[in-house]
């Protein structure tokens, strides 16, 4: 059976070059095992560059969660194929129980007619390896 283009795992892969590159600077930023959930928008490609962005959640102080944004851009075509950046910011805290409130909420501010695909940290960061997923996947 070929494979729903609708399906979230068929929109936004997740170890693409550049959600790699964001698990990488994330590990640099946060320890991994703090990770509780993973949000991953779909990547929009244009003029040959890639755009992506992630929305994590981690642990913090009691029923708390502590949030952060991580965007690519990517060039995909030309001399420079390859070549990119990532930025990494906490933005802010947010309850556990309205968590999804918010994560709406940035769907709704950045304009996405598609809600984002949850993946889980283990996906990035497997448990008992300290290093993130190459963009072949492996570690």
């Not at 994330?26 to 490609?45: D, G, H, Y």
């Not at 556990?96 to 889980?120: D, K």
Request: one cysteine or more; aromatic letters at 6%; a negative charge.
């Amino acid at each position: 059976m070929a494979p729903d283009p609708r399906s979230p795992t068929t929109r936004t892969p997740v170890h693409g070059t550049g959600w790699t590159r964001i698990a990488e600077a994330l590990a640099e930023t946060i320890t991994p095992s703090e990770v509780e959930e993973i949000w991953l928008f779909a990547p929009v490609r244009s003029e040959g560059r890639e755009w992506g962005t992630a929305v994590v959640s981690c642990r913090a102080d009691d029923d708390r969660r502590r949030i952060f944004t991580a965007s690519y851009v990517l060039v995909t075509r030309g001399r420079d194929r390859g070549q990119g950046r990532v930025v990494v910011e906490e933005v802010g805290q947010s309850p556990e129980t309205v968590l999804h409130e918010v994560i709406a909420g940035v769907q709704e501010r950045a304009g996405e007619s598609e809600p984002p695909v949850q993946i889980a940290p283990e996906v990035w960061y497997p448990p008992g390896e300290a290093a993130a997923p190459d963009a072949e996947g492996e570690v």
